[in-house]
């Protein structure tokens, strides 16, 4: 598990961020890393769901396809916290974090990985191995996923909510 890449609701939901900027970055995290193994706490996919859940039908009937197919394309390993993962994010030094936050940040830091996010309360803390995407043009998916991804942006989340 040492050395696992992370990624949070924030880097998830900002492939349908409405700053354009951080769309790109966050999609084109992805669309490069499709072939490879990220990690999300079942947290972090439930924290996608109850926002994405805050739209009208036919913007969640217009996302799921794409997320399904995604979390299906990609190996997006899913796992919950343990005890050790509990105390490590219950550390003093993570102070400031909202409380899922810690849990994610405890996550990482037990089990050495590298998180990335667009979150900046997690990008703020200098002691936390968390990093953001950068991307100055458009990664696509593959054809197939990237209509699925063109029809899902019907979603699209400010910053102030990831």
Known sequence: MAGDVYVDAALFLGMHSTDESMRIACKSFFAARLSDHVVMSWEQVGRCDDLVWR?????????????DNLHTDMRIERRGYDAADLRVGLLAELDGLAMHERLLAGMVLNRNGMLWSVSPRLLAHAS?????????????FPDALERLYRTSLALRVPMTEL
């Open 128 to 140: 936390l191995p968390v990093r953001a995407p950068k991307a100055d043009v458009e990664l696509l």
């Open 55 to 67: 739209f009208p039908r036919a913007v969640q009937d217009a996302y799921y396809p794409f997320m």
